[in-house]
């Protein structure tokens, strides 16, 4: 199975950026990033496909980015203008069938990193 460990959480101001890495042993049809507030589930966040198609959930569109380095085995998500919202354990994700969108992540992913926090402050 595919692993993924995350990196790159950390706390920042409103209106700051951060960016998080995954790296993965092997690339998957579909991986993305997911998030989990404290006390409720998971949510998916955005996700690329093989051919670099990406999806987002409406809440972060035009602030956060997925990207990924086959090369370097290494999937990332810039995310620009942070919000005290967006405060979080984020978790990397791999899923192997079904369409790849952000909203389909928690249902169909089959391997999941660690997890890594974000906290942004007001």
């Known amino acids: 199975q595919v692993q993924l460990v995350e990196s790159g959480g950390g706390s920042v101001q409103a209106g700051g950026s951060l960016i998080l890495s995954c790296e993965y042993t092997?690339?998957?049809?579909?991986l993305g990033w997911v998030r989990q507030f404290p006390g409720k589930e998971r949510e998916g966040v955005a996700a690329?496909?093989?051919?670099?198609?990406?999806s987002y959930r409406d809440s972060v569109t035009g602030r956060f980015t997925i990207s990924k380095d086959n090369a370097k085995n290494t999937l990332y998500l810039q995310m620009n203008s942070l919000k005290p919202e967006d405060t979080a354990m984020y978790y990397c994700?791999?899923?192997?069938?079904?369409?790849?969108?952000?909203?389909?992540?928690?249902?169909?992913?089959?391997?999941w990193g660690q997890g890594t926090q974000v906290t942004v402050s007001s």
């Open positions: 994700a791999a899923q192997s069938i079904g369409a790849c969108r952000a909203w389909h992540l928690v249902g169909l992913a089959s391997n």
């Open positions: 690329i496909d093989s051919e670099g198609i990406t």
């Open positions: 092997y690339s998957t049809f579909c």
